[in-house]
């Protein structure tokens, strides 16, 4: 039985959500403990928020496709 749209849309945006913190953790701390990047720490923020959409559309796309081959069999 195939998920519908409602449920790919909500894992998208929980997976997507859930990376792009962890992008944020990780991205901060790597730029607040190594000062010789030479990048604030503030930056981590257009990391996370960059990577949102990003993911948003790559599991979207990846769930559909899965979708779409779980119907065609």
Same mark, same amino acid.
């Not at 792009?20 to 928020?49: D, Q």
């Given at each position: 039985?195939?998920?519908?749209?409602?449920?790919? #849309?909500?894992?998208?945006?929980?997976?997507?959500?859930?990376?792009? #913190?962890?992008? *944020?953790?990780?991205t901060?701390?790597? *730029?607040?403990?190594?000062?010789?990047?030479?990048?604030?720490?503030?930056?981590?923020?257009? =990391? /996370?928020?960059?990577?949102f959409?990003?993911? $948003?559309?790559?599991?979207?796309? $990846? *769930? /559909? =496709?899965?979708?779409?081959?779980?119907?065609?069999?």
């Amino acid at each position: 039985m195939e998920p519908p749209l409602k449920q790919n #849309l909500l894992r998208s945006f929980l997976l997507s959500l859930a990376i792009s #913190l962890a992008a *944020y953790a990780l991205t901060w701390g790597l *730029y607040a403990t190594h000062g010789e990047l030479g990048l604030s720490s503030h930056a981590a923020l257009s =990391v /996370g928020i960059w990577t949102f959409p990003i993911v $948003f559309v790559c599991s979207l796309l $990846f *769930y /559909g =496709v899965k979708s779409a081959a779980a119907r065609r069999q």
